[in-house]
């Protein structure tokens, strides 16, 4: 076998164990043994049960059965105190009869003949309440002799101490013989045997033995047949004709018995009273067999609507009484479904005129609840010697479960067929057994190529699949998910992402092991685009300043290093273009500035920073006069006249900022910052210019600090406050959730916007204590919101790096959860990627402490950085921010439309929840929708508001 299946533990399940062979006993060699013992224990065998019999009499075993002792008490008829006790599964495990037997000799023919007499009976039993009633009904004086087991009551006969015993018809089948008693024609209390167990207890039990029952009946070649071979000599048939014809007998012998009762009772003859009981006994028997019957029994009238003559007693199972029909007031068309109906009417006339004695037939019936059932109709047609109909006479089986198992079959079947994954089914030596359509498509192999052969030639030759690892992982968990390299039939190499599930055939069957395979193929040149755009522009292809910053770090960070110019370029007049002539016009100006910038630096370091701004490295210049140069012929170049789409021509023109390493700044962020204060002031002198940073230029630095004094006071007065901007679902428009932004109020400034604090706050450090800040005023606002019944699903919040990476940051979080008494499902935490890819075993560690607090996870801004995609599903995150970078030319940008739809495709092949931040448009927020968006927020539908004005946008929805 190429793999086993063992069970990862076992059940220990108690049998309650008593003598009454051959259903449940102890054999000559002290094991249970009996018709019951082996039926449980084919059942647990599948189920990885153990059992555990515990020897016991009959009315101790119900009461420790009762109590929870035992978990199954075998051999057990169901009556109404019993239902009381206990619990019982559905299908019967054996149809029975008790009988009374007696010494030879001794005249028993029918219950008037135990007048007077001494019966042997077990104590507590079914057979003792129900031959009590009988007994007294009839006026039958008797005397019980209450017995443990059967053997004792055939004991008690054979020793004088009884005249007759009443055991069941197997034990006395089997025993009376070696006791020297005779059976008599004295049958009663037909009954259905089952396992019964504690009231309220172990239904996980009683429904595994109702599944395994079910399925051994309907199967003639099943174990359940074989069981009732070997206890009983012959097994229980359950072909239908067969038993509806002794039905028929039974129910013929019910009519001539029933004229008896009559003469019975008026004549009082002793004689024909005991044929009377006789007959009562055996049609209880036949009556018992046919309520138990999953099948009714109907004749119906050849007329319209067909009449019903006569109809079982277990029609009460569709709800309806047996006079319901027999009044004539209903015919059995009544029942018949509406859309069924034509067309049984159809077939009966073809079957009736084609002269046939028998036919079946399928279709719905009507309950008396409103209800709809399927049926099974197998009908007999009874004709006279002329061929005319005299009677037609039908077994109509429910078949709803069938029906219903052979639709799901056939619904399996269409997904199977209709997947767009690959599904390989193999045996369990890994030969293809069976594949699908899809399969077909993304192999280029049809069926019959691959029928037979073994899965393993699918692989790329040069690829190693580890296939000794699957079967391990097969055999101890009967699962395994990776990702593996194949190969087309047109000898493609494609990756695909594989799940391998181990699934164990019925017993006597080989296993089968299901492959389930996708194509990774545009999954990866999508991570491939994310990844360059990770890293670069995506209107000029040009590094990006994520990118510029990493090769800036590379060089300012070797000792004695080289000199490095940094030119930081600005487009003049850029925006009145863009505003006067569109976007589109505008992405096209970038895209010609970025050629003509590449064909003059050529060699250098050129990145385009953002909307009109460029920046260029230029290592070891010949001098700051060699900069100031390259800067006018950057300015000469820009300013050249510009030749639109439609014929026009613009002028622009260019400013240059510099600053050079090592004479001023010393880290990557100072000399972009120092070489923006140059441009800045190249712009504030007339533009079309350059001009070099210098000392001057740092009294943007003391306003800087004179900042950082005044947050630190904000941050400890009470000066901030938080706006809430909400979060929208696209599908429905309803709010969904809310972003918290800090605002802060300045005595002197008024609201000063964030992008003029936070920067300061991540340089001094300030940034943590901001964002616990923000935090903890979130999670209060949103409980506050709670109590006043504003039960908003999500509050999210941004968490800084330096918070993600800061020791103790879960135990914070929890602590703030705790003492605020904000749930913590409804938290989410934002973070962006650069963040997460700062020691990236480390993040991932911290978000699956976070996740397993119950917090939501984010990226912010997702897109602009450089995340590795391969970690990115390491990441426990449950959604994806696009950033509003992307948005804001989405309806006029094919750049920006590309990075979206990548994005939205990602965030649903990797099943996360996708919203887009800075949607201002109806035709962004339409291009969204129609790619698959879940939600956005953006000033389309609110901006950022105070607290009390989002809970009036919310509680207005």
């Not at 140059?678 to 943007?700: I, N, P």
Request: aromatic letters at 8%; hydrophobic letters at 40%.
């Amino acid at each position: 076998m190429w793999l086993a299946s063992t069970p990862a533990h076992a059940r220990e399940v108690t049998v309650g164990l008593y003598d009454n062979d051959p259903k449940v006993f102890r054999d000559e060699s002290g094991e249970p043994a009996g018709l019951f013992v082996d039926m449980i224990r084919e059942i647990a065998e599948r189920e990885g049960w153990e059992l555990a019999f515990e020897d016991c009499q009959w009315a101790a075993c119900l009461d420790r059965t009762a109590t929870g002792e035992i978990d199954l008490m075998p051999d057990v008829a169901i009556s109404e105190q019993r239902r009381d006790r206990f619990a019982f599964h559905q299908v019967p495990v054996l149809h029975s009869w008790s009988r009374v037997y007696r010494s030879p000799g001794l005249e028993i023919d029918s219950m008037l003949d135990l007048d007077g007499r001494r019966i042997a009976v077990l104590e507590g039993s079914i057979q003792q309440e129900r031959l009590k009633g009988l007994l007294d009904e009839f006026g039958i004086t008797y005397e019980f002799v209450p017995v443990a087991d059967f053997r004792s009551a055939f004991a008690a006969v054979s020793e004088g101490k009884a005249g007759v015993a009443v055991v069941n018809h197997l034990f006395g089948g089997r025993y009376a013989g070696s006791f020297g008693l005779e059976r008599s024609s004295v049958v009663m209390e037909p009954s259905r045997l089952f396992f019964a167990t504690a009231k309220g207890r172990n239904p996980q039990l009683l429904a595994a033995i109702d599944a395994h029952l079910s399925r051994w009946q309907a199967d003639s070649q099943s174990v359940y047949f074989d069981i009732l071979v070997r206890w009983t000599g012959e097994p229980v048939r359950q072909v239908v004709p067969g038993w509806v014809w002794w039905v028929g007998k039974l129910i013929l012998v019910l009519l001539v018995l029933s004229l008896g009762v009559a003469f019975w009772l008026r004549r009082a003859v002793a004689q024909r009273t005991r044929h009377l009981l006789q007959a009562r006994g055996e049609l209880e028997t036949a009556y018992q067999v046919i309520e138990a019957s999953p099948s009714v029994l109907f004749r119906w009238r050849l007329s319209p609507g067909w009449p019903v003559e006569y109809v079982s007693g277990n029609v009460r199972r569709w709800g309806y009484e047996p006079e319901f029909f027999t009044s004539g007031e209903h015919c059995f068309a009544d029942i018949v479904h509406s859309d069924d109906l034509e067309r049984v009417g159809a077939e009966v006339e073809a079957h009736l005129k084609a002269g046939e004695t028998a036919y079946r037939q399928e279709y719905r019936i009507l309950h008396a609840d409103g209800g709809v059932g399927w049926v099974g109709d197998l009908t007999h047609v009874f004709r006279d010697q002329q061929g005319r109909v005299e009677r037609i006479e039908g077994v109509v089986t429910d078949i709803t479960e069938q029906r219903e198992s052979e639709r799901r079959q056939r619904e399996a079947a269409a997904i199977l067929d209709n997947t767009l994954e690959g599904v390989i089914v193999t045996d369990d030596n890994g030969r293809i057994l069976m594949v699908n359509r899809a399969f077909q498509s993304l192999t280029g192999y049809t069926e019959h190529e691959v029928l037979g052969r073994p899965v393993s030639f699918l692989d790329a030759e040069d690829r190693g699949t580890p296939w000794t690892e699957i079967r391990e992982q097969l055999a101890t968990s009967g699962h395994w998910q990776g990702e593996i390299t194949s190969r087309r039939k047109n000898g493609e190499v494609f990756p695909e992402l594989r799940a391998i599930s181990l699934v164990a055939g019925p017993v006597g069957e080989d296993d089968r092991i299901v492959h389930l395979f996708t194509d990774m193929s545009r999954l990866r040149a999508t991570e491939e685009r994310l990844d360059f755009l990770a890293g670069h522009d995506a209107l000029t292809g040009l590094p990006n300043r994520a990118l510029l910053l990493s090769r800036l770090s590379e060089r300012v960070g070797v000792p004695s290093g080289p000199t490095i110019g940094v030119l930081m370029i600005d487009i003049d007049r850029f925006r009145d273009v863009n505003d006067s002539y569109g976007h589109h016009v505008g992405d096209t100006l970038l895209r010609q500035a970025a050629q003509r910038l590449e064909e003059l630096l050529s060699g250098q370091c050129l990145a385009r920073l953002g909307g009109d701004e460029f920046a260029v490295l230029i290592e070891e210049p010949a001098g700051r006069e060699s900069l100031g140069r390259c800067a006018e012929e950057v300015v000469e170049l820009l300013s050249r006249p510009w030749q639109l789409d439609n014929g026009t021509e613009v002028r622009l023109g260019a400013s240059v900022g510099i600053t050079i390493y090592p004479d001023f700044g010393r880290s990557p962020d100072v000399l972009l910052q120092q070489a923006d204060a140059a441009l800045y002031r190249a712009k504030a002198e007339g533009r079309g210019v350059h001009r070099f940073f210098d000392e001057s230029l740092t009294a943007g630095a003391r306003q800087r600090v004179e900042m950082e004094t005044r947050l630190r006071h904000a941050i400890d007065g009470g000066d901030l406050e938080l706006h809430y901007q909400p979060q929208v679902d696209i599908g429905s428009g309803r709010i969904v959730g809310a972003e918290s932004l800090v605002r802060w109020r300045d005595g002197d400034r008024g609201l000063v916007p964030p992008d003029a604090f936070i920067p300061i706050a991540e340089q001094t450090g300030m940034i943590g204590a901001l964002g616990e800040w923000v935090l903890r005023e979130a999670c209060r606002q949103g409980r506050a919101w709670l109590d006043a019944g504003l039960r908003l699903p999500r509050l999210s919040v941004n968490l800084c790096p330096r918070q993600l990476h800061a020791e103790g940051l879960v135990e914070r979080i929890a602590a703030i959860l705790a003492e605020t008494g904000y749930p913590a499902e409804r938290l989410e935490l934002e973070l962006t990627e650069t963040a997460l890819m700062h020691q990236q075993d480390r993040s991932i560690s911290v978000l699956r402490s976070l996740r397993r607090l119950g917090v939501h996870l984010a990226i912010d801004d997702f897109g602009t950085g450089y995340s590795s995609l391969a970690y990115l599903r390491q990441f426990p995150i449950d959604v994806l921010k696009i950033d509003k970078r992307f948005v804001d030319d989405l309806a006029t940008n094919n750049d920006d439309r590309e990075i979206a739809t990548a994005i939205l495709a990602l965030g649903q092949a990797l099943r996360l929840s996708v919203i887009a931040e800075g949607v201002e448009t109806a035709e962004q927020l339409a291009f969204l929708e129609s790619n698959g968006c879940d939600s956005y927020q953006g000033y389309y539908f609110s901006p950022p508001v105070p607290a009390p004005a989002f809970a009036r946008l919310f509680g207005e929805q």
